[in-house]
């Protein structure tokens, strides 16, 4: 079985600041992906970061960084120089590679609030 | 990213009443559909999965005769949402896969009120 974690229901952060926002994790497939996507008001879910399981090096987009820690099992999310529009839902996901459908599964998100 | 399409982005309908919503992948063809449910202040919980010509696999908890999925092309598929409950009323998206490849794109949603 899968399991995404987010222990963070809300987080806030100063524009321009750093902020993480934390994902752990739980599977018995040796291959899976780890994924980050923002959910702003609007609703529509936007990808942001992928990591692969066997990629050595951690994953990075712009601004978002991804600080994937195999043995602890997690996959945090790195946000630097906040701005407000980061305002969002931040959703962790993750998708096993060794089942019929690679089904990806949600965390329950983390409600960043960027503040000026 | 790919672009994937929904329609109707809202819809609101009385309860017994059925409802249609179709998803499209408009750059790239869909292998498979991931069909997710979204209540208010929840997570995304998958529904059901479907692949191109063949029936859709379904969540444990997910009526198949109440919620029918039909992908029948590598572009569309569509969700029916059958005689609605206000216990239905949420926000459904879409999300295509492509074979080969680990991106899942989304769909902008339809959010779905049932009076």
């Known amino acids: 079985a899968q399991k995404i974690t987010q222990t963070q229901p809300g987080m806030f952060v100063q524009e321009k600041e750093a902020v993480t926002l934390d994902c752990t994790y739980d599977?018995?497939?040796?291959?899976?992906?780890l994924f980050w996507y923002k959910q702003p008001s609007s609703g529509e879910m936007i990808f942001l970061i992928y990591q692969g399981s066997y990629d050595q090096q951690n994953a990075t987009e712009g601004r978002y960084s991804l600080n994937f820690q195999k043995a602890r099992k997690s996959a945090n999310l790195v946000i630097s120089a906040s701005q407000l529009g980061d305002s969002a839902m931040y959703f962790c996901?993750?998708?096993?590679?060794?089942?019929?459908?690679?089904?990806?599964?949600f965390g329950t998100g983390t409600l960043l609030a960027v503040q000026p | 990213g790919a672009v994937v399409s929904q329609h109707p982005s809202r819809v609101i309908c009385k309860s017994g009443t059925s409802v249609k919503i179709e998803c499209r992948s408009l750059?790239?063809?869909?292998?498979?559909m991931f069909w997710y449910r979204q209540f208010p202040k929840q997570s995304l919980m998958l529904m059901a999965t479907?692949?191109?010509?063949?029936?859709?696999?379904?969540e444990q908890g997910v009526e198949k005769d109440k919620f029918l999925i039909n992908h029948a092309s590598l572009t569309l598929s569509t969700l029916t949402v059958t005689s609605a409950h206000p216990e239905d009323s949420s926000f459904y998206i879409c999300s295509p896969g492509l074979a080969g490849s680990y991106e899942q794109y989304f769909g902008p949603g339809t959010r779905l009120t049932v009076t």
């Open positions: 479907s692949n191109e010509g063949s029936k859709a696999t379904y």
């Open positions: 599977t018995s497939d040796p291959s899976y992906g």
């Open positions: 750059d790239f063809q869909a292998t498979t």
């Open positions: 996901a993750m998708r096993g590679y060794g089942g019929a459908t690679n089904k990806l599964i």
